[in-house]
């Protein structure tokens, strides 16, 4: 097979290289950029250590502790991070000067409330912001430093924001208020109820309640006299600023979901869904080993086969009238479209029925991304993210306060699913522009568009762009994007004139950055495949190299002979784009005449990118392989199709048929590593967790000769009994679309096993429930089959926490193939 290089010159760095110079290896008739020769399997074996289960399954301290949730402080020269404690789980803040040597020193508790403000909102005129600490409000002075502490409460203050007027605005529960700065007074803006309230007489009434009023005079005099009261409150709160009457009432049973307070104070945009909207029924997960000795009976999420559909009402809130309007989505695009017509037809078919297709309107509610509801910096429009219950359509959508409507500004429509990541959307003020993501070319790239006017494309070509920061000015978009190579991550800038992009970094691996308040650096967070997360920074008035911050891997680490594994385009025997995949190869694969044995890793999530240039998170997985190799092993880590990074079409391959696209990828990664590799077909094993488990069963039950054997660790037998969230998107639901769950769930394909099965599942995992386990094992009972066993971890979560835990399952995939390749 034709085997698509890496062109760029792809440094792949080893911990323990002391070097830079360039190699390249030879593999048959290709040639692949590789780092020194330190970095190639054969040099990394030259190393006398010994890579051994007991020490990579060993609690990760070992190795080190990276900096996480890392910002900048105020004056632009100090960062913070946390970094977890040696042997347990709590963190510490740090803070380190970016001049000065070492990695910091620990923030004071006494002093955590001055600098704990990584959430922090700025005023109009940049010199004072407003933050949390521990659930009550705190307001910083940036000249002096000095901090007013505005709330001492036991309850949990939250969404603190400056007002228009300097005030400060926060959240208690589904009460809003307002703190004077001024006469440090404590005003209620609106209390957000949900009981029924007394219903105004232009509340639609039932029949038989219309009828009641229309033929009894007594009780149409009783309505009126009530609505004249309700009007006297209202006009007497509205005309009296001494009078508090901020109540609106939303109706029992139901609950807030979104509630988005106007910079502005006058305002607010809410979001009211069904109390159990989010689930028509739980379920119960026993938890058998508590600290009491009992059986604890843990309620859970339901399935997707139980999940029933619901539209959200959203209502504007005029604070200053005390009046509530309902805000119909008729006016959006599609908003009655029957888009799952097609799949209605073809689940109808199978059954011998017709289905007629009909206009009707869709569920349609706030989408549940970090940010949905937008305000303009002074209040006077906002940018509200909705979705479509069936997944198909995302709208971004204005309110003309005037006539209480929404107006369209975007539609996005996708016939397979939307994404739940690039979702990301704001104001530029300063021109009443709105700037937003979306994957309408085919790969996720920014917009900018006027309330009035046209779209237009900032960013194109074949990959992906999130994380936006927009300068202070509003004249430029900061912006993380894989634009050089699927696997390498660097940090841009665009011009919102001149649409002009400019490459910040260009440090290869991974990268992700925060900009300090002054503009002048970024802060970024750098991995390579073999190097953990460190900081560093990037002074953008120099454009001087970036200047590592951290150096918080351990020596024994950096001791260690890891394999680099190379980054591969494979192609496709299905597609043109290339399954770009991680392969690591052991000391003279290509030279001996006993073709090698092979693993393929398959990672979890589906919807996740591992053959990238970074710091893997299957690190355990990544320290494995190297152990692997060190033994001889090929080993290949594919990102195949459904996998992050790869733009839309890539994503939304395995719509209606999960399992799939994905296995024939696995077969075209076992084919290049018969042809490239020197593998024997014969001797090539999988294994992965979660998604990496459904893949494989399906590989093992629908292309039974493709492995020899394999491990799946918290797997999914079913779809039916995973969560709505992720699996409606890709399989619809099970009521409309029965046909796509039979066909990728590998319940229904057990017959298909003949070779060695290992099935490690953990107990109280309320992601993928033990359940799938159980059920899978009773089918394969049934079915008399005699190649698998089963391995129960009584008190693991999806993601295992105990090493012993760890090192057990690894020693049982460990010998698997040991005794099978």
Not at 314 to 328: E, F, I, M, P, W
């Amino acid at each position: 097979m034709k085997l698509q290089l890496i062109a760029a010159a792809i440094s792949i760095s080893l911990v323990a290289c002391a070097s830079t110079a360039q190699k390249k290896v030879a593999l048959e008739s290709h040639t692949i950029i590789t780092s020194d020769v330190a970095a190639t399997p054969s040099a990394g074996m030259t190393n006398s250590t010994t890579i051994t289960l007991e020490q990579i399954m060993s609690d990760p301290d070992w190795f080190g502790r990276s900096p996480e949730s890392w910002y900048w402080g105020d004056d632009s020269q100090t960062v913070f991070y946390q970094q977890k404690r040696q042997g347990n789980p709590l963190r510490d803040l740090v803070q380190k000067n970016v001049s000065t040597e070492g990695n910091g020193d620990l923030v004071k508790l006494a002093q955590m409330h001055v600098v704990a403000d990584s959430n922090a909102i700025l005023n109009n005129t940049r010199t004072h912001e407003v933050y949390t600490f521990e659930g009550n409000v705190f307001v910083k002075a940036l000249a002096t430093q000095n901090v007013q502490q505005l709330t001492y409460t036991s309850a949990i203050e939250s969404s603190a924001m400056f007002l228009t007027n300097g005030n400060v605005a926060y959240r208690v529960g589904n009460v809003f208020y307002a703190h004077d700065m001024s006469s440090q007074k404590i005003i209620e803006l609106a209390n957000l109820k949900m009981t029924d309230g007394e219903k105004p007489a232009t509340e639609p009434l039932s029949y038989i309640a219309s009828e009641q009023h229309e033929l009894i005079e007594y009780v149409a005099l009783k309505q009126r006299n009530k609505d004249l009261r309700a009007e006297q409150k209202r006009q007497l709160r509205v005309k009296n600023s001494t009078v508090t009457q901020t109540n609106f009432y939303f109706g029992k049973d139901n609950k807030i979901v979104h509630a988005s307070l106007s910079p502005a104070g006058d305002k607010l945009v809410v979001s009211v869904a069904p109390e159990k909207s989010s689930r028509e029924s739980s379920d119960i997960m026993p938890n058998y080993i508590a600290g009491d000795g009992h059986i604890k009976a843990e309620e859970v999420r339901s399935r997707v086969a139980d999940n029933r559909q619901y539209a959200e009402q959203l209502y504007v809130l005029d604070l200053n009238q005390g009046t509530k309007a309902l805000l119909n989505y008729d006016s959006l695009p599609g908003f009655d479209e029957d888009v799952l017509a097609n799949v209605r037809k073809e689940n109808y078919a199978r059954e011998g029925k017709e289905y007629k297709s009909q206009k009707s309107a869709r569920n349609i509610h706030v989408m549940q991304s970090w940010d949905p509801i937008q305000w303009q910096d002074n209040g006077k429009h906002v940018a509200i993210m909705l979705e479509a219950w069936d997944n198909k359509d995302r709208w971004i959508a204005t309110v003309d306060f005037e006539q209480k409507s929404l107006v369209s500004q975007h539609r996005l429509h996708d016939d397979a699913w939307i994404n739940y990541s690039f979702n990301e959307m704001g104001w530029l003020s300063n021109s009443e522009r709105l700037y937003y993501l979306s994957e309408e070319s085919g790969y996720a790239h920014l917009y900018v568009k006027p309330i009035n006017g046209k779209a237009k494309a900032l960013t194109t070509g074949n990959f992906e762009v999130n994380d936006l920061t927009v300068s202070a000015d509003e004249q430029s978009i900061y912006f993380k994007a894989n634009k050089k190579h699927p696997g390498i991550y660097e940090i841009y800038n665009v011009e919102l004139t001149s649409g002009e992009v400019k490459a910040l970094t260009d440090l290869g691996g991974m990268n992700d950055y925060a900009l300090s308040p002054d503009e002048s650096k970024l802060l970024i967070q750098h991995s390579e495949i073999t190097l953990p997360p460190e900081l560093y920074v990037k002074n953008l008035i120099s454009n001087s190299e970036a200047i590592r911050l951290t150096h918080t891997v351990s020596e024994a680490f950096l001791a260690m002979p890891w394999a680099a594994p190379n980054v591969v385009a494979i192609e496709s025997s299905h597609q043109d784009q290339p399954i770009y995949s991680k392969v690591y190869l052991p000391t003279g694969y290509d030279q001996s005449t006993t073709k090698n044995r092979a693993v393929m890793f398959s990672h979890g999530a589906g919807y996740l990118q591992n053959s990238h240039l970074g710091w893997s998170g299957y690190f355990r997985e990544y320290m494995f392989h190297s152990m692997l190799v060190q033994q001889g092993y090929v080993v290949i880590d594919m990102d195949y199709r459904a996998s992050k990074g790869y733009g839309r079409d890539w994503r939304t391959a395995i719509y209606r048929h999960m399992g799939k696209p994905e296995v024939q990828d696995m077969r075209d990664g076992v084919n290049w590593l018969v042809e490239n590799a020197n593998v024997d077909a014969k001797r090539v094993g999988t294994y992965g967790g979660s998604y990496g488990g459904f893949l494989t069963l399906m590989s093992m039950f629908t292309d039974p000769e493709l492995f020899q054997s394999g491990s799946a660790l918290r797997l999914v037998s079913d779809w039916a009994y995973y969560n709505h969230g992720y699996t409606a998107n890709i399989l619809n639901t099970p009521a409309d679309d029965a046909i796509a769950y039979e066909r990728s769930s590998p319940i229904y394909f057990a017959e298909g096993l003949e070779k060695p099965l290992l099935i490690n599942a953990p107990m109280v995992d309320d992601n993928v429930f033990f359940q799938d386990t159980v059920r899978l094992v009773q089918r394969l009972i049934e079915l008399e089959k005699q190649d698998f066993e089963t391995a129960i971890y009584p008190v693991e979560p999806h993601g295992f926490v105990q090493p012993s835990s760890w090192l057990n399952e690894y020693r049982r995939i460990y010998k698997l193939f040991e005794n099978t390749l």
